[in-house]
């Protein structure tokens, strides 16, 4: 443990350096950004939110809770439509503008039912830098380049026809190392595949826990993945998803994990933390606290401080090296999306699309300003180029200085 | 010499072809409309690269496969003009879902670079029928976003279409109608016009909405009917699904069904009971026929009795026999949140293993071929250990109908009469 910290007190700055300047103030690839932990660059999202900072906002052709990704100065958002939700979109704006740059259609082939909340678009989709992967509740996978056009079309319910949740699926992909990492289980054919980004076709796929999970995949380490379900998180190689470690201390499937400086930080009994151990079949137990309990919203990891939003909308600051609680502030909820924070603040939005803007100190957060968009969000936002951006069921926003 | 003649009727050919002597000419004319006749009219390269890459798309199938080729034809695909709009619609027809969804892709960028279509040969395409559903109502789409008062007119006469989309939005439209009458007084219009578009309604939403406006009126609907739900069943249970081991066990009634036989279930003896449900929309209860026994019967929750929410952990089946007059083509729709598997005939239709997650009607649509005369249908449904108040339901609802959810006529007379006795299965 001695080394741990003495580790964390040494790179935790350039860690921190690293991240932000990595993160590309330009992008964000995937669900909660370059690096899945909701970081963003300091001082670069305004902490007056106002109709002033509204720069556009445009209309959405269908419903969805997805989050948007950028790259490129392209803004990309998924919806769905049709009498039963079947006509899946993937939509692409110019970030700067707002203008409609392209939208391209396919039909759903997986079954699109879900709870009235969710919506068949409610994976965030994610780029690579090239192409963008986008994934629907129906278990359809497309691959667009930037420019609109189709180069391939998977549909996983179409090839295995018990892969669904009549919930609804909501679990994000994630692509790395030219592969494409898709979640998809459920209570019955639950499975996650590894597509090769070039052609669609499978990898590999492994057989997953039954079990309904919303839960999203998270790079946890070079070339090593890190799912997330109910017993338990199993860390398995990108390329070919071999196991490589597993935690079987339980965990959540809401909430996701996030990686941060060698450490997954996991939505489990609370918070646990875990590292993994060279040639170990399982991972070190860092700590774990059950003072840290993320409710529907993932945890959001900014410097040396670790946040989570709790099912009564109680937003908890605790110490990323110890777990030890700093300071709890109620919010105004309910929430489903994820926060993002650059280390100084926080941006939350509740369901009701009610902007909270949290000042993070060491020993107490301060609420230090609030905007309603009068939008229902669910979806988690996305950061770019000093930007946020929020999407309802209808409109995509976009806030900045 | 006939060649001014020729010259006359064929002006874009090169003047030197007729100064080749007439005989030549003659027999080249006759070889090319041999060659044309025995193999066809040859389509000039862009189509023929048009017809290839609709090839490679139609190929696309199961696991990625084809994925490549088709990501290159569709870069050829999506750069055709607007004329080959109804050429790249007809290709739907037969496609599977897959491929269907690559051309659906390419349509939306063709019509990104010519936002003004020529809605005509668009809406010859809508008028044929026998298209695939689907491209129909895309070619609808292109036409309402090239002319919508056409699109609009044209709706009126697509009540009664075989493409649920284009089905409901005339139902919808009609259904506007009949609300304007009902706010100008004209009540006996606003009805007639609710029954009719009730009885083309297909849509779920469209069907419940209408019954209420109809009723609101002073009419009546037999919703049951409308919709082929089935009523009368047969019921056998509870048997054992201890840690959910009941799914995949196979108790008696899968191996054949005996109705006047007695089994051994979970707690003794059972037999078949009748099981006929009243819900408009065909929900059949297993619960009222099982109660669980008082708590002090209880000797512990692990021997799988239930408290006041019904047995838990526990299985039962219902049969029903469906007399097709001519058998063919049809869906079972089952709706259920409870884990299940469904035999037409004694052969497994389809099975899924999952636990009140949610519920609706048609939830899951299963093609089958019935034979002509009686089919049996078998359900098995089971019920988890969760104790949460959701968790109470073991119920399901199943209807017979054709592709787009009309109702089959033996279905709608299952909704109204007790079936005939259903034989053994094997």
């Known amino acids: 443990m001695n080394s741990f910290f003495l580790r964390c007190s040494l790179l935790t700055g350039l860690v921190w350096t690293f991240l932000v300047v990595a993160s590309g103030a330009e992008e964000w690839p995937a669900f909660r950004g370059p690096n899945g932990s909701s970081l963003v660059p300091a001082g670069v999202l305004p902490v007056e939110l106002s109709e002033a900072t509204q720069q556009w906002s445009v209309s959405l052709p269908g419903r969805g809770l997805s989050g948007a990704v950028v790259v490129d100065g392209k803004v990309f958002v998924t919806a769905s439509a049709g009498t039963s939700q079947d006509r899946l979109h993937l939509l692409c704006f110019d970030a700067q503008t707002g203008k409609l740059l392209w939208e391209r259609r396919v039909w759903a082939t997986g079954r699109t039912m879900c709870h009235s909340k969710t919506s068949v678009a409610a994976p965030t989709p994610c780029t690579d830098g090239s192409h963008i992967y986008a994934l629907f509740s129906s278990n359809d996978v497309v691959c667009f380049d930037l420019q609109g056009r189709l180069c391939w079309l998977r549909g996983i319910t179409h090839d295995y026809p018990n892969v669904s949740n009549s919930l609804g699926m909501a679990s994000s992909p994630l692509v790395s190392g030219g592969t494409l990492v898709v979640p998809v289980e459920n209570d019955s054919e639950s499975y996650c595949l590894g597509l090769d980004t070039a052609s669609g076709e499978n990898r590999w796929r492994i057989d997953r826990p039954k079990g309904a999970n919303w839960t999203s995949p998270v790079l946890a380490g070079p070339a090593v993945v890190a799912l997330q379900s109910r017993g338990g998180v199993d860390a398995v190689g990108l390329a070919d998803g071999a196991p490589k470690w597993s935690f079987s201390g339980g965990a959540d499937t809401i909430p996701s994990s996030c990686f941060f400086d060698g450490v997954l930080y996991v939505p489990s009994n609370g918070v646990t933390a875990l590292e993994a151990v060279a040639n170990e079949a399982k991972p070190r137990e860092l700590w774990q606290s059950n003072r840290l309990a993320p409710g529907t919203a993932s945890l959001v990891v900014a410097g040396d401080a670790i946040y989570c939003l709790n099912k009564a909308d109680v937003l908890t600051a605790g110490e990323r090296a110890t777990g030890e609680r700093r300071w709890q502030l109620r919010l105004q909820g309910p929430f489903s999306a994820t926060p993002v924070s650059d280390g100084q603040h926080l941006w939350a939005v509740n369901e009701a699309g009610l902007v909270q803007v949290v000042e993070l100190g060491k020993k107490e957060g301060k609420i230090v300003s609030t905007f309603d968009l009068g939008d229902e969000i669910l979806a988690s936002p996305a950061v770019a180029d000093g930007a946020i951006y929020l999407r309802s069921n209808s409109r995509l926003h976009k806030l900045a200085r | ?426």
């Open chain 2, 1 to 426: 010499m006939n060649g001014p003649d020729l010259r006359l009727s064929r002006p874009a050919l090169p003047v030197r072809f007729w100064r080749l002597p007439g005989l030549l000419a003659i027999c080249l004319c006759m070889l090319c409309m041999l060659c044309m006749a025995i193999e066809g009219w040859a389509a000039p390269p862009a189509e023929q690269g048009l017809e290839t890459a609709l090839e490679a798309i139609r190929a696309v199938d199961h696991e990625g496969r084809g994925n490549v080729a088709a990501g290159a034809a569709w870069n050829v695909v999506a750069a055709a003009d607007a004329q080959a709009l109804p050429r790249i619609l007809t290709a739907m027809d037969g496609a599977n879902p897959l491929a269907a969804g690559w051309l659906l892709a390419a349509v939306d960028q063709i019509v990104a670079r010519h936002p003004r279509l020529d809605p005509e040969p668009l809406c010859a395409f809508l008028a044929d029928t026998s298209h695939a559903p689907r491209a129909r109502r895309l070619a609808f789409d292109l036409v309402a976003g090239s002319d919508g008062p056409r699109a609009e007119k044209l709706l009126a006469g697509l009540l009664n279409d075989p493409s649920v989309e284009l089905r409901h939005d005339a139902v919808a439209q009609l259904m506007a109608q009949a609300e304007q009458a009902t706010a100008a007084g004209t009540t006996s219009v606003a009805l007639q016009q609710f029954q009719t578009a009730f009885a083309a309604a297909r849509d779920i939403a469209q069907v419940k909405a209408l019954a209420a406006a109809i009723r609101g009126l002073g009419g009546e609907v037999d919703l049951p009917q409308h919709l082929g739900f089935l009523m009368h069943w047969q019921a056998i249970g509870p048997f054992d699904n201890t840690g959910g081991k009941g799914f995949a066990a196979e108790y008696p009634p899968e191996r054949g069904v005996d109705l006047s036989g007695t089994l051994a279930g979970q707690g003794g003896p059972v037999q078949w009971q009748v099981l006929t449900t009243r819900d408009e929309f065909g929900m059949v209860d297993i619960n009222p026929l099982y109660p669980p026994p008082a708590p002090a019967e209880v000797a512990s929750p692990a021997e799988g009795a239930g408290g006041k929410e019904g047995l838990k952990e526990v299985v039962a089946y219902a049969v029903t026999s469906y007399d097709s007059p001519q058998g063919g083509p049809a869906e079972l729709r089952l709706g259920t949140k409870n884990a299940w598997k469904i035999w037409l005939n004694g052969q497994l239709v389809f099975e899924r293993e999952e636990y009140h997650r949610g519920m609706d009607v048609d939830q899951y649509r299963l093609p089958v071929a019935l034979k002509p005369g009686p089919n049996t249908i078998l359900i098995k449904l089971c019920q988890d250990a969760q104790r949460k108040p959701w968790t109470t339901e073991w119920q399901f609802q199943l209807r017979v109908c054709d592709s787009i959810g009309t109702a089959l006529p033996a279905g709608r007379q299952q909704a109204q009469a007790p079936p005939p006795a259903v034989e053994n299965i094997r």
